[in-house]
Every structure is written in C-alpha cells, then in structure tokens.
C-alpha cells in the first residue's frame, strides 16, 4: 500500500526545470520559487553555473530541488572566475550576457539527455520529462531548444508588473516606438498612469541603452520580447492587491492565455547563529524602538565614492540614528566585497563623528532579521524590488528612496503614489545629482516630519499584501502550479 501512495504522488508531482539570468537579484527569487513548489511535493531542476550554485544559500533546500551546473564559457575580457554580475563592474555586464549565450550548447545537451527515455524507476520524478521549464529574460536562445522536445516555457519575471508593462510588447513598440530619451521618461500610451508615474532623466537614459546592441550582440530589450513571443505563461513577482490594474493590462498587451502572479517569494526569516551573533543586529538590540534608519543600496547599484560621500553627510547632518550595510563598488567581490574598498569611501572622520548613534558595517548584514528588528524605524534603499519586498513583508516601514537605475525609479513613484516614503531630491540632468541637504531634508521627513502618516500607510500596505492571515502569497504558488497543470495540455507548435 505504502508503495502504490509512494508512486500516485508521483505521477501528480510536476518536474520542472528553472533556469535564472546569472544575477543574485535573479537567483534568489528563482531560488524561492523552487523551494516552495518542492513543498509542495514537486521536483525542481535548478540550472545555473557551478560558482554561483556555490554562493546560494542552502536554508530550506530539500532533496526535492537538485542543483544543475553548466560551464560557463570563457569571453575575452571577461575576469577569470566571473559568473554572475555581483563579479563585474556594470560596464562588463554585456560580456557576461555573451558568455551566458554560450550555455545554450550545454543546455541543449543537458536537456535532451533528460528527455531521453523514462528512468523514473532509478531516479524518481528527477528521471522524468521536465513537464516545464522556467526561464528568465535574458534566455532568448531556450525556446527553440525546449520546442524540439515539447518542453513548453514559462517566463518568470522578477519584476513589478509596472515595469513588465512599461516595457511592453514588441507589436506595441513597434507601433509607438521609442528613440530618444525623452521617449524614455513618460509612460508609454499603452499604459494608462497617473501623469507623476515618470522616470527621471538619468533613468530613462540607462532604460533607452538597454534597447540598444551590446556587446553580447542582442539588446536586453530583444532578449526579453524573443523570450516572451514563445512563452505560453509569463509569472510575475507582485501580486493584484499591490498592482489591480496590471495583471489583465499584462495579458492583453502580451496577448497570454495566462499572466500569474507569485506574490513576494520573501526568504523564510529563520534565526540562524550567524544572524543573531551578528555585530549590526546586537547594536539594535541597545537601540530604542523605532528610532534606527537602516541603509542598504544593494549589492550591485552603481553607487559611486561621491555618492557613498554625499550620502555620509547626510546622515551626518539628519541628528538620526542609524545602520548602515555599506557595500564596496560593483564588481569588487561579489558576495561579501572588500569591505575595506567600502569604507574609505567615507569622509575622513565620519564614523567617530557619528558614533553612539551610527553604525557602518562593512561586512554582511542579515537584512531580514535587521528589517524585522523593533529598533528600526524606516529604510533607506535604492528601490530594487527584493529589498522593498523584504521592507514591506518584514517590517512595514516607511522608506527614504534613493533609485538609480532599471525600474527602481518607478517603484519610487509607486511607493510615493501609496504614501509610504519620500524620494531623495536629485538633479533631474543625465547625472541625476544628488546633495547631503538632500539627504537629510528626506531622512528628516520619514524619521520625524511624517512619520506617522508614513509609518500607518506602510503597515497598511504590508497588511494588504500580505493578507490578513498571512497566506495571500502560499496561495499564490498554489495558483502557479495550477496554471502549470492547466496550461501543459496544450502545447502544440502551432499554439506557440
């Protein structure tokens, strides 16, 4: 009897292949993603390359997920051992595309041989047909390979669906195209938006560049429309209650029979030695309630000396208390960095200056137990949407915005447009300049001028999200997987 239940669970567990673009800001969601459908009692081949498998971390893996290296080719001018963009400055991220490129060989074979014949009986689900693969944007090249063995793909973007349909589809592009930067700056006429829904000028010039050919060959633009032309379900990371009216104008723009969201995929907030011993999370504990701004620009924004020096200042200037998980220039190390390259950034005495009630650490913060630690009042970030996720699950806290570049500018009109947190005044000019009086004139709004307003619509917000019961997202998977079962009927070439 156990053995017959043993094999119907198998025969009802997909086995899905996920494949993320070689960023830790791509890695990680993906990496969510999997483990909760692994609870759910499915099997998932996660594929990316050997360095990078190293550097993910291994809380909550099951023996459901089975990790899938390839090699990544060599590309002249390329650092030695470079696999993922924390490993380049961000003018060499184009040759990391170019040497991802190079994974199609490999993922051909890797695909084909787990295609070939049923070894169900040796491996379990993992000796199965993949039922389907999850990709990312950048893997215009899968598609055909996933065809020749009707494999079909679903596109899983890490994205706010306000990004996905700001970017639009290639008929849409093509129809109102974009050439200069101003294009760039407004909202496109697809997408209904209030008129403060804009980019600034220095984003919407990193966004135009991104139309355009690199050095891989392709623009990253392309890559995302080859990709999305032969996907019969794109996953978006964001949910409905957050974004109401995007998910129908999703699938009407891109034309897909389904556009699913997955809800936040946040980490588990589970305490771990490292975590609790941790340096920065000891300090808040001597802390008073509410009175922290924690400061975190990501690992890979293109944050310059002069912007960490303006930034000091600034805190310098506000009076307020605060943490600051100081990262050292893109492409200086990747995971942990050089810690020492990060702090003589800082003008000379800043942290004598500001101690007592400031800390800069170098090293590595636990970010979520830091976000749900009572001490903190409010978050200083660059916007990327895994940090303003991991806000709004963890803490609920108002925001002081500081974007630089992709879709952080939107997000920090979005939030703004909700009401839980002030933007960072810059020049609007193609450098996007900013000022210590910047700085503090918005650290002082969040931390004492509106915190009150900002903090209740912040908590709303997590509220809403999340759900009241806290489950709004372990449904959302279970929908995913229903779309999954749903929708794998139907491929056929000519649906795609």
Same mark, same amino acid.
Request: charged share 20%; no cysteine; hydrophobic share 45%.
């Given at each position: 009897m156990a053995g017959d239940k043993q094999q119907q669970q198998q025969e009802q567990s997909l086995h899905l292949v996920v494949f993320p673009w070689l960023a830790f800001g791509h890695l990680i969601p993906f990496l969510e993603l999997s483990k909760r459908l692994a609870a759910r009692g499915h099997a998932v081949t996660f594929v990316s390359t050997a360095r990078n498998i190293a550097r993910l971390p291994p809380e909550g893996l099951s023996g459901r997920v089975r990790m899938v290296a390839l !090699? &990544? %080719? *060599?590309?002249d001018g390329l650092p030695e $051992? *470079? +696999? #993922? /963009?924390a490993d380049v400055p961000p003018e060499k991220v184009e040759l990391l595309k *170019?040497? @991802?490129?190079g994974l199609a060989a490999p993922f051909a074979d890797f695909l084909a041989a787990a295609c070939a014949g049923d070894r169900e009986e040796e491996e379990g689900v993992f000796g199965r047909k993949p039922d389907w693969i999850v990709l990312d944007f950048a893997h215009y090249w899968l598609c055909p390979i996933a065809d020749e063995h009707q494999v079909p793909c679903a596109m899983f973007l890490i994205f706010t669906a306000a990004w996905v349909v700001y970017c639009g589809s290639r008929e849409e592009n093509i129809n109102h195209p974009r050439v200069t930067v101003d294009d760039f700056m407004p909202m496109p006429r697809w997408f209904p938006s209030p008129p403060s829904l804009t980019f600034r000028r220095h984003e919407a010039a990193w966004i135009a560049a991104s139309f355009r050919p690199n050095a891989s060959g392709v623009s990253d633009i392309d890559r995302f429309w080859q990709t999305e032309q032969r996907c019969r379900l794109l996953l978006v990371r964001s949910c409905p209650e957050l974004e109401p009216r995007l998910f129908p104008l999703i699938s009407d723009v891109f034309r897909k029979p389904a556009v699913v969201p997955t809800g936040f995929l946040l980490p588990e907030d589970? !305490? /771990?030695t490292d975590a609790t011993r941790s340096g920065a999370v000891r300090w808040l504990d001597e802390q008073p309630p509410r009175s922290v701004l924690y400061v975190a620009l990501g690992s890979e924004a293109p944050v310059t000396a002069e912007n960490v020096r303006e930034l000091a200042a600034g805190l310098e200037l506000s009076g307020e208390r605060f943490l600051w998980a100081l990262r050292p220039p893109s492409g200086a190390g990747g995971g942990g960095g050089d810690g020492a390259a990060a702090v *003589?950034? &800082? %003008? +000379?005495g800043f942290e004598a200056r500001t101690r007592g009630r400031g800390v800069v650490c170098a090293g590595w913060v636990p970010q979520v137990r830091v976000l749900g630690h009572v001490a903190v009042g409010a978050f200083l970030t660059h916007c990327g949407w895994g940090s303003v996720t +991991? #806000? &709004? $699950? @963890?803490g609920g806290h108002p925001l002081v915005m500081l974007p630089f570049i992709t879709d952080q500018g939107l997000i920090a009109r979005m939030m703004a447009e909700r009401g839980v947190g002030v933007e960072v005044a810059r020049r609007d000019d193609d450098e996007g300049w900013f000022g210590r009086d910047d700085v503090a004139a918005a650290v002082r709004r969040v931390m004492v001028e509106e915190r009150k307003g900002l903090a209740h619509n912040a908590r709303s917000l997590q509220r809403l999200v999340l759900g009241d019961d806290g489950g709004r997202e372990e449904r959302d998977v279970d929908e995913v997987v229903e779309c999954f079962r749903r929708h794998s009927s139907f491929f056929t070439e000519e649906s795609l």
């Open positions: !090699p &990544l %080719p *060599a590309v $051992g *470079a +696999e #993922s /963009t *170019a040497a @991802f490129d589970k !305490p /771990t *003589a950034m &800082l %003008p +000379e +991991e #806000s &709004l $699950g @963890f």
